[in-house]
């Protein structure tokens, strides 16, 4: 359900960013330049609603990983890509990469595999281009569960990278 409403979120903030002011923008949104969110778009054209909707809909992705793994799965480049897009069309960007685990394990090779998850997912970004000075790393190991039922289907949300984006000034 949770993965239905992030792609839907992401569908109207793909197509809200489609939409801008300039002829300019409107041809690059379209020339196929990469797609994802910020396309086309600066911070000077994007008022602070929208803005915040573009963070909102970010912060509302997550990459997910099989049990005992820090390998980011193909069905989530998408999610990095659209992460990527928006931290290098913001310079003064800064993605804070949040390592997380399900219950299974002790406190410290939890931190361990959430800080190798967080790791992995940087890394994705900078292959992407997302410089280095504008990513952090953190894990939370088991700290942050999302759902707190023991089993699978439990287990399986707890088991992700989550996203922070600061805009500075």
């Not at 963070?55 to 005992?68: C, E, H, I, N």
């Not at 999302?146 to 287990?155: A, F, G, P, S, Y």
């Amino acid at each position: 359900m949770k993965k239905i409403a992030a792609v839907i979120a992401v569908s109207l903030l793909v197509t809200a960013c489609a939409s801008t002011s300039t002829k300019e923008n409107s041809a690059q949104a379209t020339a196929g330049t990469g797609g994802g969110l910020g396309n086309g778009l600066n911070q000077t054209n994007v008022d602070t609603r929208s803005l915040a909707d573009q963070l909102q809909a970010l912060k509302a992705q997550s990459v997910y990983f099989d049990y005992d793994s820090s390998s980011v799965k193909p069905e989530y480049k998408q999610v990095v890509a659209n992460q990527a897009n928006f931290a290098k069309s913001h310079n003064t960007d800064i993605v804070t990469v949040a390592g997380n685990c399900d219950e299974r394990g002790s406190s410290e090779y939890n931190l361990a595999l959430g800080d190798r998850r967080a790791y992995a997912v940087s890394q994705a970004l900078k292959l992407l281009g997302v410089p280095a000075g504008q990513l952090k790393t953190v894990s939370f190991g088991e700290e942050k569960p999302r759902l707190t039922c023991h089993e699978e289907k439990c287990w399986k949300e707890n088991r992700r990278v989550d996203f922070d984006h600061k805009l500075n000034p």
